[in-house]
Structures are given as C-alpha cells and as structure tokens.
C-alpha cells in the first residue's frame, strides 16, 4: 500500500499543496496535519509509520514535513528500511537502503535543520534589533487604540456592554479587562 503524508506547523498554514501532490502520487491513504515540527510526538505521523508494513511506501512531499532534525530523520527512515517499508520523497526521489543512500539521506536532513536554524537566528536576530527601539513591545500588538478604548469605556456608562460591543466592534471581555485596569 501506498500512504501519504503531510504537515504544516501552524494552523494558519494550508496543507492543499501538499495534499494534491500526494494524491496526484496515487497514495491509497494520505494523513495529514496541522502541527509543529518541533515535536517529535506528532499524532498523525505516529498513526501512519504503526501501520506501515515490509512492501508499503511512505510517500512525503518533502523530507523536513517528516523530521525537522538530522538524528530523527535518520532514525524514523532506518526503521522504516528496516520493516521493509520504502520511503518516497517527492522532490528528491525513492531513498535507498545503501550506502549513497544514507549519506543522500544525512546530507539532505543536515540541509533542512541547517536551514530551520538559519530562520530562527534571523528571527532573534530581528527580535533583538527591534528591541532596542522605544516603542517596541512584546507580542501581538494592540487591536484598539487608548483613545478608542477610553470611549467605549465612557460608552459604558449610558450603555450596556451588549450595546457598546456593537457600536465599537470591542469585545465584551476586552471592555471589562480595561474597565479592570482603571480600577
């Protein structure tokens, strides 16, 4: 049998790329998921390599949507040649069980967690310069400014929350953490 696998790391990604080339590839059953691949306890992931057995192929779009380090890569793609179980990779090709095969493998798997790192200095890079500006803060930044916040907040006082949330588009949560952080 032929399975297919998929992953992004956010939910805001989209998984249909990878989706259609997994089916274009024929695979029986795809799996996919939305989670990070900083975690090695990834559900779907782990359902699909249980139920592979010897003569299945294990189809990825990419070899870093099934490990984001070189040691699991390494580790999940020896098991697998180990019951038997090929490995396809869409944009590299069907891995081998040989020497030159391995090696392709390591190489490939030191290249995207070199990669994924390079993207992580960069962003504490960034980070850290954005930090040393004056108005930098920390987080998601504000939805409503004090100014529209301040009248809601006088809106209250002639209006229910119900009434203010509709005129201002401000939550009624978001109105009674501010009404809390004047008290």
Not at 10 to 30: F, G, P, R, W, Y
Not at 119 to 148: H, L, M, N, W, Y
Not at 171 to 179: D, E, F, Q, V
């Amino acid at each position: 049998m032929k399975y297919g696998y998929c992953r992004v790391s956010t939910v805001s990604q989209e998984l249909e790329v990878q989706l259609q080339a997994l089916e274009k590839e024929n695979c029986d059953k795809i799996y996919s998921e939305k989670f990070t691949g900083t975690k090695t306890d990834r559900p779907k992931l782990n359902e699909v390599l249980s139920l592979l057995q010897k003569g299945d192929t294990l189809v990825v779009t990419k070899l870093d949507r099934l490990a984001r380090n070189t040691v699991e890569g390494i580790e999940i793609v020896k098991d697998l040649f180990s019951r038997g179980v090929r490995v396809h990779v869409l944009n590299v090709g069907l891995l081998e069980d040989t020497t030159m095969g391995k090696f392709f493998l390591t190489t490939l798997l030191a290249v995207a967690e070199m990669e994924r790192n390079l993207i992580v200095e960069r962003t504490q890079e960034g980070k850290a310069i954005a930090k040393q500006r004056d108005d930098f803060r920390e987080g998601r930044p504000k939805k409503f400014s004090k100014k529209q916040i301040q009248h809601a907040l006088q809106l209250l006082v002639t209006h229910s929350y119900k009434e203010v949330e509709q005129l201002t588009g401000i939550s009624k949560s978001t109105l009674i953490r501010a009404k809390r952080a004047t008290i």
